[in-house]
């Protein structure tokens, strides 16, 4: 299986940004692209100029609405995203989950919405701190990743994104990711990537992406800058 570098950038970039992608393509080379998928999951806005430029990089939401289109201000459907060229969306992102109430339901029916649109869900999985430190975390995970499921045939990648490592420099030891990833093997088959995120850097990434069914990364913070995420790719 490919390796999946997937770079979320949230709530950040502005039109100029697609210099950020320019110079990350000038650095990629034919061996880097034979060993890696690489998407980039800008804000919404930046879609269709992104599109232009991406050529051999994949483009993702960041989120998706449940329906196709409808009276739902503000929100985006799948269908949109793939028209302004994304192939993939992020689904249940824990702060999506957090800032936004979404439960396994809305965050199940989200990926619904993308595989419907022909877009690849990335959904999106972690335990809190609190959770860890009480010996929780496997249960927690695997009974939310069950929930967030798509009912619906299709191919899917699944994010193990631990809460308390998201954007704090914090990252679960090597056994913990090992012991996860193990389980979400077990619940998933052999044939869906399952990424890892959480504080993901270029120092840390060849170990990272070492870990037994450790397939990819989805990164926040350090896919902003061309360097960074490129360190990651080429660890
Ligand atoms: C994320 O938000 O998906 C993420 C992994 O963020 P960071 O890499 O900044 O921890």
Known sequence: ???????????????????EVES?????????????DILICPPA???????HKA??????????HPRENGAHTG???AEMLS??????????HSERRQDHGESDEIVKAKAEAALRAGLTPIICVGESQADREAGKAIRVVTTQLEASLPATEGHFVVAYEPIWAIGTGLVPKTDDIAEMHGA????????????YGGSV???NAGEILSIPHVNGALVGGASLKAEDFYGIISA
Request: hydrophobic letters at 45%; one cysteine or more.
């Open 1 to 19: 299986m490919k390796r999946l570098i997937a770079g979320n950038w949230k709530m950040n970039g502005l039109k100029m940004a697609v210099q």
């Open 45 to 51: 806005t930046l879609l269709m100029a992104f599109k």
């Open 201 to 203: 850097k270029p120092g």
């Open 55 to 64: 050529n051999d990089l994949q483009l993702g939401g960041q989120d998706c």
């Open 24 to 36: 990350l393509q000038r650095k990629l080379t034919p061996a880097d692209m034979e060993k890696n």
């Open 184 to 195: 979400l093997r077990s619940a998933v088959g052999a044939d869906i990537p399952l990424l």
């Open 75 to 77: 929100d985006l459907s």
């Open 83 to 92: 028209d302004a060229g994304a192939s993939f969306s992020i689904v249940g």
